[in-house]
């Protein structure tokens, strides 16, 4: 029971941060994504970015499906390849929209989500320079999404996954 509770929480959470025109869609996305059918999530999040091309959430929640549905099928060296490419070609989407919208605490704090990714990829390649490049990026964004709303509890994903993997790693 507890564990359905936190599921719900979580996706509560996910949920109530989208935006309006998507939000339909990331909810019935996010129940595949958390029930491990990525394959269903990846198709209603790719549907996302034919509708809405320049919205960079649909593209990083496909990401995501994509990714993990390659892991669990044992192709983690393909994951990781897919999951850099997949970030040079979504990272200009958010650069977008943050001009668009610099002070959008969700965008930042994807952002940050998706530099942090690259960051740690990086990390487990053994390519130092790129790792730290993309933390400090990473630290920045998430920084300014907390000055901007320090209620925006989200900020902290990215600062917990960056404090595990960075201590993880550095082993």
């Not at 995501?64 to 192709?75: C, F, P, T, V």
């Not at 997949?86 to 943050?98: A, H």
């Not at 730290?132 to 509890?153: C, Q, T």
């Amino acid at each position: 029971m507890k564990k359905i509770f936190v599921i719900l929480f979580i996706v509560g959470i996910c949920y109530a941060q989208f935006p309006e025109q998507i939000k339909n869609e990331m909810k019935i996305g996010l129940e595949y994504f958390t029930n491990y059918e990525f394959d269903s999530a990846e198709k209603v999040y790719s549907q996302i970015t034919k509708k809405y091309p320049d919205e960079p959430l649909g593209w990083f929640y496909s990401m995501n499906a994509k990714y993990e549905s390659l892991k669990l099928n044992g192709e983690y060296k393909k994951a990781n390849t897919f999951l850099l490419d997949e970030i040079e070609r979504i990272s200009p989407l958010f650069e977008n929209k943050l001009k668009e919208r610099p002070n959008e605490v969700v965008y930042l704090v994807y952002f940050g989500s998706l530099k942090w990714l690259n960051a740690r990829l990086n990390l487990a390649e053994s390519n130092y320079l790129k790792a730290f490049n993309e933390s400090w990026r990473v630290i920045n964004l998430i920084k300014k999404a907390y000055e901007i709303d320090p209620s925006y509890k989200d900020v902290f994903l990215p600062l917990g996954s960056y404090d595990f993997y960075g201590g993880i790693m550095a082993d």
